[in-house]
Each structure stands twice: as structure tokens, then as C-alpha cells.
């Protein structure tokens, strides 16, 4: 009895890295790589020179998965910014307590901001196919459709 529980043992602690090993999914990896700006698309190093002029470039990551790329710039002044493939943005995000650049809200999102919340900034844009999400200095989250218009408070 005692060598058949060894080898029953034996047996699983064998087994369990090769079960484990071959549970791996390999389609949720990506490959990130870093990039020179020369590297980025154009339509990125030209936002990057129009809304942040005189800005250093810190690190530029490419990140390659099954669907395709995707950028982020980090900037010496603490900035970051991504990019979909094409190279338009989706994302700026600026240090704690400033603000992203006037230049990069939509009019009607910046005068709901001004309106509604006074004396707050901007803090965080992300753009998709549905619209904008916005975060504010103050911590708050608010949600606009692709026109800009108000929706809700992301809570």
C-alpha cells in the first residue's frame, strides 16, 4: 500500500507542471517592443508635436498582439499617450493634478467641464467607438458620446 501511494505521488507531482504548461493560452500574449520616434505613425508624431510642442520624448512602446498595435508614449514631463494602429489617439493622460491640453478636448466637452465643475481640470481623455471618458483633478469620472454630449457620471 505504501509504495502504491508513493507512486500515486510521484505520478501527480510529475503531472502537474506539464498540465499546467499546456494550459497556457498563447493568444492572450503580446509583444512589446520599444520604438524610436521615427518608428511611431505620422498621425502620432503629429499630434505629438502640435499638442505637446517642445515636449521630450521619454520611452515609446509598440505593443503587438492578434489585433493588431498599439503605441504609448511616455513624455519627460510625466505625460503619457496612446495610440490605436493607425496612430490616432485614445488616451492622454497627464500627472496628478494637471491638466491634459485645452488643445485635445472637444469644445463641448471642455464648456460642460467649465460649467458644471469650476475650478477643476482635466485630468485624464480616453476616446473609443462610443465616445469619451473623462477623469478630473478632482477624481471625478464623466462619461460623453461622440459628440460631446453629456451622458453620466462614471461611478
Not at 520599444?34 to 520624448?57: C, K, M, N, R
Not at 513624455?75 to 485635445?104: K, M, R, Y
Not at 458644471?116 to 485624464?124: D, F, R, S
Amino acid at each position: 500500500m505504501r509504495i502504491a501511494t508513493k507512486l500515486i505521488m510521484s505520478a501527480l507531482l510529475v503531472s502537474l507542471p506539464v498540465v499546467t504548461w499546456s494550459c497556457d493560452d498563447d493568444d492572450d500574449k503580446s509583444d512589446k517592443t520599444e520604438i524610436s520616434l521615427d518608428q511611431l505613425p505620422q498621425a502620432s508624431a503629429t499630434f505629438l508635436t502640435q499638442h505637446f510642442p517642445g515636449a521630450t520624448v521619454l520611452r515609446i512602446t509598440r505593443d503587438t498582439d492578434r489585433e493588431g498595435s498599439e503605441y504609448e508614449v511616455t513624455l519627460t514631463n510625466g505625460f503619457e499617450i496612446e495610440f490605436d494602429g493607425t496612430g490616432e489617439w485614445t488616451d492622454v493622460n497627464a500627472p496628478a493634478g494637471q491638466a491634459v491640453p485645452a488643445s485635445v478636448v472637444p469644445t463641448a466637452i471642455a464648456s460642460y467641464v467649465t460649467t458644471n465643475y469650476p475650478g477643476q481640470n482635466i485630468n485624464e481623455i480616453s476616446r473609443d467607438s462610443r465616445g469619451y471618458e473623462v477623469e478630473l483633478t478632482s477624481g471625478t469620472d464623466l462619461e460623453f458620446d461622440l459628440d460631446g454630449n453629456f451622458i453620466r457620471v462614471d461611478r
